[in-house]
């Protein structure tokens, strides 16, 4: 059964960057779509991004396209999120989580978790200062 880990999350002050690291158990061997969600206290999850199977297509919430990029390292079974010029909206509990089942796996949406069958138990991203 597919393992995530996420990683990299922590205090940051305004301004400042983070790069999470989403760690899964085999990727390489299963088509895949990929994304990351987040909670904030008191607010409804939300899809942040997400990025296909040969990592060619990904989408972005509006709330941080220019600011976050997402990528995935095959070989070492990995997805990133680079966030940088981070906001105090920003802070939340960032989740990985993965398609086995992608409709199409060239493509992906965030826009919602449905699909997404496998998660991480999330890595907490405060931005404070």
């Known amino acids: 059964q597919l393992q995530l880990v996420e990683s990299g999350g922590g205090l940051v002050q305004p301004g400042g960057s983070l790069r999470l690291s989403c760690a899964a158990s085999?990727?390489?061997?299963?088509?895949?779509?990929v994304g990351w969600f987040r909670q904030a206290p008191g607010k409804d999850p939300e899809g942040v991004s997400c990025?296909?199977?040969?990592?060619?297509?990904?989408e972005y919430a509006d709330s941080v396209k220019g600011r976050f990029t997402i990528a995935r390292n095959g070989a070492k079974n990995t997805v990133y999120l680079q966030m940088n010029s981070l906001k105090p909206e920003d802070t939340g509990v960032y989740y990985c989580?993965?398609?086995?089942?992608?409709?199409?796996?060239?493509?992906?949406?965030?826009?919602?978790?449905?699909?997404?069958?496998?998660w991480g138990r999330g890595t907490q991203v405060t931005v404070s200062s």
């Open positions: 990025i296909s199977v040969n990592g060619d297509s990904t």
């Open positions: 989580a993965a398609d086995s089942r992608p409709i199409d796996p060239y493509v992906c949406s965030a826009s919602t978790d449905q699909g997404y069958d496998y």
């Open positions: 085999e990727f390489t061997s299963d088509y895949y779509v």
